[in-house]
């Protein structure tokens, strides 16, 4: 994806917490986040940076990269589209949609497909253990 020479204030906020999180610096990626962060993904409504923390943090621990295919955003708002590469998932497509206000996020919208991590946590399950056909 190429550089955003001026990026607007939200899309600068989004940006640089991305980077926080795909380079597994989670302290980093939660300094842009308001403490009373609010996000909603597949896996339901997490409310504060302690649960964002906890959502988060394993996922980007098991990151072998990701790619930001597209970043746009305004004064308030971001969305950013990128593909992330962990060891049971080659190929996982994201997108967020981040509200920003002072400097911090304060919503997000967390898109992503969980089908392809729960085939993987399936394959990987011993024969017989409970969930396993």
Same mark, same amino acid.
């Given at each position: 994806? %190429?550089?955003?020479?001026?990026?607007?204030?939200?899309?600068?906020?989004?940006? $640089? /917490? /991305?980077?926080?999180?795909?380079?597994?610096?989670?302290?980093?990626?939660?300094?842009?986040?308001?403490?009373?962060?609010?996000?909603?993904?597949?896996?339901?409504?997490?409310?504060?940076?302690?649960? /964002?923390?906890?959502?988060?943090?394993? #996922?980007?621990? &098991? &990151?072998?990269?990701?790619?930001?295919?597209?970043? #746009?955003?305004?004064? %308030?708002?971001?969305?950013?589209?990128?593909?992330?590469? %962990?060891?049971?998932?080659?190929?996982?497509?994201?997108?967020?949609? &981040?509200?920003?206000?002072?400097?911090?996020?304060? /919503?997000?919208?967390?898109? #992503?497909?969980?089908?392809? #991590?729960?085939?993987?946590?399936? %394959?990987?399950?011993?024969?017989? $253990?409970?969930?396993?056909?």
């Amino acid at each position: 994806m %190429t550089e955003h020479p001026n990026p607007s204030p939200a899309l600068q906020v989004a940006l $640089a /917490y /991305y980077q926080a999180w795909t380079a597994k610096d989670i302290d980093a990626a939660m300094g842009h986040l308001a403490d009373d962060v609010v996000c909603d993904a597949p896996a339901g409504r997490m409310e504060g940076v302690e649960a /964002y923390r906890q959502f988060l943090g394993p #996922f980007a621990q &098991l &990151l072998t990269g990701s790619e930001l295919l597209a970043a #746009f955003g305004d004064d %308030t708002s971001a969305v950013l589209v990128y593909d992330t590469r %962990t060891p049971p998932v080659a190929s996982a497509p994201g997108a967020e949609c &981040l509200t920003v206000r002072d400097g911090r996020i304060v /919503y997000n919208r967390f898109i #992503f497909d969980r089908l392809p #991590f729960e085939a993987a946590r399936r %394959t990987a399950e011993p024969p017989g $253990a409970p969930g396993r056909r």
